[in-house]
């Protein structure tokens, strides 16, 4: 019987300590040091759901087991796919593996972005870097049943043009009448026509109407921590405003404590918070 | 002519709300269209700095002269964005380049006739120097986190 990774809470699976040998089915260069994976069960395809911002637990057998966020649409639910960067020890193993190599998969786990609770309203959706990905899931999912909601923004920042994340993608969401994309990068080369600046700085023309407006926040903490400032500039209140926080996570279901976050854990209670529950600790360099 | 024109442009610019009717009337009266080829240099650094811009369409990109890396753009500018504010600030020149990425219209503000104005009032000074030192501020924010290099590999 093919293994079944269908977990829609971290609490259905049946021993959430224990991987599922799952194997690569294709492996896509993103940019110089970003990947994508599109895996299956090794057993053969199973129905694999995932609320968009989950994420998996990765086991290099021999090497590590890393947290990394789904990167697919939801509504594949033949095939999941991870988008990683290679800067660790684990990851740059990973970035040795090719379609066809196995590995271990635990999750999904942790809480999801709020696409439920923001029909009706604006969405903005605000990226920086690979934090696209964790939000590429919750953009499949508003674009699926885009009638659902008003305005959706996406302001995306990138290092350089090299760097960004899905161009194809990106191209495609912007051809689109109902969604306003707008990309920028920190620096550039002359070849490159677009906007230069952080991403903050979208946020003021951007457009959407904060006081019915719902954001989703990914990218490094110092770049959610200006983003977050601007929105709030802009009048979204801070209970619309969700971000996606990361830890050191090892067991991913808050037994260990390693990503505890105040009084919370990011594997478990996270990894995106509202930031009305985190603002008195985000940012802070001791916790 | 030209302040029963740009004047209801002007009155919505968010740049521009909360001046006094006395201000903005004075403020129209410096203002005048200008259009910028794709490609054409708006300023250059060292330049006498005797205007400000605000872009109504396109896009303008500053750069600065790095003698390892070439032109560097530092960051662009696009509709509803105001640039240069070294017209309101000593020695009053050109901190870097500017030069238009696509077709760009703009108002273009005559800075040294407002610089005189604000001189003489100093409560128009103290609007336009609100409001500029929050675009400086801002901009400033931006670099440092630009400096930061956030996505980098060791961020």
């Not at chain 1, 066809?100 to 809480?111: H, N, Y």
């Not at chain 1, 969604?179 to 620096?187: C, F, P």
């Not at chain 2, 050109?94 to 108002?107: G, I």
């Not at chain 2, 001189?119 to 440092?144: C, M, N, P, S, W």
Request: aromatic share 10%; net charge positive; glycine share 8%.
């Amino acid at each position: 019987m093919a293994p079944t990774l269908e977990i829609s809470e971290p609490k259905a699976a049946a021993d959430p300590m224990l991987p599922v040998p799952c194997r690569i089915r294709r492996v896509r260069n993103e940019t110089a040091d970003t990947f994508t994976w599109e895996l299956q069960p090794a057993d053969g395809p199973a129905r694999f759901a995932f609320q968009p911002g989950q994420f998996n637990m990765l086991y290099v057998f021999g090497v590590g087991e890393v947290p990394i966020s789904i990167s697919g649409d939801p509504a594949d639910t033949q095939s999941f796919r991870h988008t990683t960067r290679a800067v660790g020890v684990v990851t740059r193993a990973m970035r040795q593996l090719r379609a066809g190599d196995v590995l271990g998969v635990r999750g999904p786990f942790g809480s999801a972005w709020p696409i439920e609770a923001a029909a009706g309203r604006d969405v903005v959706i605000v990226a920086g870097g690979i934090g696209l990905a964790p939000l590429r899931p919750a953009l499949c999912r508003l674009l699926a049943q885009r009638r659902r909601y008003g305005r959706i923004v996406l302001l995306y920042g990138a290092r350089t043009p090299q760097d960004i994340l899905f161009p194809h993608e990106l191209e495609r969401w912007r051809g689109k009448f109902d969604l306003e994309v707008q990309v920028t990068v920190d620096r550039s080369a002359d070849t490159w026509r677009g906007n230069v600046g952080v991403v903050t700085t979208l946020i003021p023309c951007a457009p959407f109407e904060p006081a019915n407006a719902v954001a989703l926040v990914c990218g490094p903490e110092v770049m959610m921590r200006y983003t977050v400032r601007e929105l709030q500039r802009r009048g979204i209140a801070a209970d619309r405003i969700h971000v996606s926080m990361e830890r050191n996570m090892k067991c991913a279901i808050g037994f260990c404590g390693h990503c505890q976050y105040g009084p919370a854990f990011i594997c478990k209670d996270g990894p995106i918070f509202p930031f009305d529950r985190v603002e008195s600790i985000f940012g802070k360099a001791e916790v | 002519m030209t302040t029963t024109t740009l004047e209801p442009i002007i009155r919505e610019q968010p740049f521009f709300s909360g001046f006094e009717d006395k201000y903005l009337k004075l403020i129209v009266s410096c203002a005048k269209n200008v259009r910028f080829d794709e490609g054409d240099l708006v300023f250059r650094e060292g330049d006498p700095a005797n205007q400000f811009y605000l872009i109504r369409e396109g896009m303008v990109a500053v750069h600065v002269m790095a003698s390892q890396k070439g032109l560097v753009t530092v960051q662009t500018v696009g509709q509803g964005d105001i640039l240069g504010w070294s017209w309101l600030f000593p020695p009053y020149r050109w901190h870097f380049d500017a030069r238009t990425v696509r077709p760009t219209r703009a108002l273009a503000f005559d800075g040294k006739c407002l610089r005189t104005k604000c001189e003489q009032d100093h409560g128009l000074g103290y609007e336009f120097l609100k409001r500029f030192t929050r675009i400086v501020v801002e901009r400033l924010e931006a670099t440092r986190l630009q400096l930061l290099d956030v996505y980098g590999a060791h961020s």
